[in-house]
């Protein structure tokens, strides 16, 4: 079945640092791919998505590539802030499963002053 | 536009008792989704409703549980006789249709917490 795995946390990095979370998946067919954050106390968000082979999914700094060759989908973000502090859902939507998604485990990003 | 509403945020139940979980959709959404996050792990679906329909119960558990979206009124997420094992997070989302674009809304999910 589909699957996706994420790094573990937590990550902590100081603000104006680099981000990478490393997001894998298995997948028959064409899935789309998604990053969800959940603030404190708040629901899943959707961060940025990609539905095919070398979309770059982008939004807030943060951007993510659909790599097939690889199987990957991973976050990256230039320079982080204090209010980026967050736990970061890597997921996907197999082919032909509506809008039923599979999650990776979740990874809990820290950024300090 | 009011958010995806679940209610209650927290509930304490007692081994044995029933827990019932509500999700409130946005407006104009008639689907449903429910979602369990067990502790240090990720999402993990549950069941997919529409409107006085379940499409999809494929992680539902097999006994104890149970869903249901009225024509009127929020969905319903029922645990019978909880377990311990049933504390987690259960998160409700939403769309407007079934297409395979539809952007899920989530709730803030409700902390169930078994004693």
């Known amino acids: 079945g589909d699957s996706v795995t994420q790094m573990e946390g937590p990550v902590t990095l100081s603000e104006e640092a680099f981000l990478t979370i490393n997001c894998t998946y298995t997948?028959?067919?064409?899935?789309?791919l998604f990053w969800y954050v959940q603030y404190p106390g708040e629901g899943l968000q959707l961060l940025l998505k990609?539905?095919?082979?070398?979309d770059k999914g982008s939004n807030k700094g943060f951007e993510a590539t659909y790599r097939k060759e690889t199987t990957s989908f991973h976050l990256e973000k230039g320079s982080v802030q204090v209010s980026d502090s967050a736990v970061y859902f890597c997921?996907?939507?197999?082919?032909?499963?509506?809008?039923?998604?599979?999650f990776g485990t979740g990874t809990r990003l820290q950024v300090t002053l | 536009n009011a958010g995806v509403m679940q209610n209650p945020r927290h509930l304490v139940r007692r081994r044995g008792q029933e827990a019932r979980l509500r999700c409130s959709p946005m407006?104009?959404?008639?689907?449903v989704y429910w979602y369990r996050q067990l502790p240090e792990e990720g999402l993990k679906f549950m069941v997919y409703?529409?409107?006085?329909?379940?499409?999809?119960e494929s992680g539902m558990p097999k006994e104890r549980f149970s869903a249901e979206f009225p024509k009127e009124g929020p969905s319903i997420l029922r645990i019978q006789q909880v377990v311990r094992g049933d504390s987690a997070a259960y998160f409700c989302?939403?769309?407007?249709?079934?297409?395979?674009?539809?952007?899920?809304?989530f709730g803030s999910g409700t902390q169930l917490s078994v004693l």
């Open positions: 989302a939403s769309s407007p249709g079934q297409g395979s674009n539809e952007k899920l809304f």
């Open positions: 997948a028959t067919g064409y899935p789309s």
């Open positions: 990609a539905t095919k082979a070398d």
């Open positions: 997921a996907l939507r197999g082919t032909g499963t509506a809008s039923k998604l599979t």
């Open positions: 407006k104009g959404h008639s689907h």
């Open positions: 409703l529409q409107k006085e329909n379940i499409i999809d």
